[in-house]
C-alpha cells in the first residue's frame, strides 16, 4: 500500500493559483484628476494620480511628459504602529523602492511623447498592510492614471485617444515548504523561501520581474512555474482594471489592440 503524502493548505484555505478577493473603486477623490481605492485580501491601498503642467528640470523642453510616484504606509498599516517618515526626516529604503517601482511600470505604460510636459504624479498610500502592497498600488495606481489621461483629454484636447502603449497589473508570488504559490498573504510572505514580484503587461511582456530567495534557492524550472502562476492571476487583473474603468467603445478597442486582440 503506497504511502499517503499530506499536501498541506494554505494559510487562508487558497488554491495553489487562486488570488485573494480583489476589488478596485475608482473616482473615491472628488479633488484628483484619478483615483482608486484597491482592497486585495486585507490589503488596502489607496491611490490618486494628479496631473501637474510641468516636468522635472532634467526633460524640460523636449516636449516629453513625466510619471512619478510616491507610496507610503499609515503608521498602523500593520500589526504595530511604526513612524511617518515625515517624523523621521527621510523615506525609509523600502519604501523608496517600492515607489521607484511604481513609476517605472507605470511610465511604461504611457506614450510620454504625447503626454506633452505634464507630470502624472501617482500616490500610493496604504491604509492596511496583508502582503502585496507594490502589487496592489501598481495595478491601483494604473486605473488611476487612466482616469488623470482621460482628464487631460477632455478638458485640454491634448491627444485624440489616450497616450497609452500598455495596460500593466503586478501581482506577486513565492516559494514555500517547496511548493510554488501565487498572491501571497503576509502570514505567507513571512516564511516564504523565495518571493518575486512580476510587472506584466497584458500582452504578456515583462515590465519588471524581481525575484529573491529569501532562505533558499529557485530553480530554472521553478522560475518557470512562478511565471505561469503569476500570468494566470495578471489575466484575471487586467479584467479587473477593465471592469472598473468601464471602457467606451473606443477604448476597448485601445486596450484589446494593447492586448495583442
Known amino acids: 500500500m503506497s504511502e499517503v503524502i499530506a499536501v498541506p493548505s494554505r494559510y487562508d484555505g487558497r488554491d495553489v493559483g487562486e488570488l485573494r478577493p ?21 490589503t488596502i491601498v489607496y491611490c490618486t494620480a494628479s496631473v501637474e503642467e510641468k516636468v522635472p528640470p532634467f526633460i524640460r523642453g523636449s516636449g516629453q511628459g513625466w510619471v512619478s510616484a510616491e507610496y507610503a504606509m499609515l503608521p498602523r498599516a500593520t500589526h504595530e504602529r511604526t513612524a511617518r517618515d515625515s517624523a523621521k526626516g527621510k523615506v ?15 511610465r511604461a505604460a504611457v506614450d510620454l511623447s504625447l503626454l506633452g510636459e505634464r507630470t502624472v504624479w501617482i500616490d500610493c498610500d496604504v491604509l492596511q498592510a496583508d502582503g502585496g ?7 491601483g495606481a494604473f486605473v488611476a492614471m487612466v482616469d488623470a489621461l482621460r482628464f487631460v483629454q477632455r478638458t485640454h484636447g491634448a491627444f485624440e485617444r489616450l497616450p497609452l502603449v500598455a495596460q500593466v497589473a503586478a501581482v506577486s508570488v513565492g516559494k514555500i515548504s517547496g511548493r510554488i504559490l501565487l498572491d501571497l498573504c503576509y502570514e505567507e510572505d513571512c516564511r516564504a523561501e523565495v518571493d518575486s514580484n512580476v510587472v506584466m503587461s497584458s500582452r504578456g511582456e515583462f515590465v519588471e520581474l524581481q525575484g529573491t530567495g529569501e532562505s533558499g534557492f529557485f530553480s530554472r524550472v521553478e522560475l518557470g512555474e512562478i511565471l505561469t502562476l503569476a500570468e494566470c492571476g495578471l489575466r484575471r487583473l487586467f479584467a479587473a482594471q477593465r471592469e472598473t474603468l468601464q471602457l467606451t467603445e473606443n477604448e476597448r478597442g485601445l486596450f ?5 486582440k
Not at 525609509?92 to 507605470?106: F, P, T
Open 22 to 42: 480583489v476589488a478596485i473603486d475608482r473616482a473615491v477623490n472628488r479633488y484628483a484628476e484619478g483615483s482608486s481605492l484597491v482592497r486585495w485580501g486585507d
Open 256 to 260: 484589446d489592440t494593447l492586448a495583442g
Open 133 to 139: 502592497t507594490r502589487t496592489a498600488s501598481i495595478t
Open 92 to 106: 525609509n529604503g523600502r519604501a523608496s523602492e517600492i515607489q521607484r517601482l511604481i513609476g517605472r511600470s507605470l
